[in-house]
C-alpha cells in the first residue's frame, strides 16, 4: 500500500512486532518534515540520487550506495535539493512504530507542531 504525502509517498516493506522497513520517495525540491522520535531509531540507506541530511542541526550529503543512522531522539530531515527523485530505504527499530510517534519541529506543510514535546 502506498502512502502519498505533500513530499512524495512511501510503501511498507515490511511490518513485525520489533521493525518496520518502508521505501520511501521525496519529490525534487521538497523535504520531510525536522522531526524526532521518542521510541524508534531508524537506519536510512539512499538508494537513489543524492540527500541532504539534517542531523541534529548538521547538514550531511549523502549518496546512492550510503546510510546513515538516526539515533532515538535524534532531530532529522531529510530534503531533496536536486531534480530527480531521491529513494531510500528506512528500517525502524525500537518498541513502536506508529506514524503519532512523529515529533514534529518544523514542516513546510502547514502540518502540526509538537513545540510543548520539544524537550528532549
Known amino acids: 500500500m502506498i502512502e502519498e504525502r505533500p513530499w512524495g509517498f512511501y510503501e511498507i516493506l515490511l511490518e513485525t512486532g520489533y521493525t518496520k522497513v518502508k521505501q520511501i520517495t521525496v519529490n525534487p525540491g521538497q523535504k520531510l518534515s525536522y522531526q524526532y522520535h ?15 541530511i539534517i542531523l541534529d542541526d548538521e547538514n550531511i550529503l549523502v549518496f546512492q550506495g550510503e546510510s546513515i543512522n538516526i539515533p532515538l531522539r ?7 535539493e536536486t531534480a530527480e527523485p531521491i529513494i531510500f530505504i528506512e528500517v525502524q527499530t ?13 514542516d513546510e506543510y502547514g502540518r ?5 514535546n520539544l524537550s528532549r
Open 94 to 106: 525500537g518498541s513502536y512504530f506508529g506514524e503519532d510517534d512523529i515529533i514534529r519541529i518544523d
Open 38 to 52: 521518542l521510541k524508534r531509531k531508524e537506519f536510512w540507506t539512499i538508494v537513489k540520487g543524492t540527500a541532504t
Open 74 to 80: 535524534a532531530k532529522h530531515r531529510i530534503i531533496n
Open 112 to 116: 502540526e507542531i509538537n513545540i510543548s
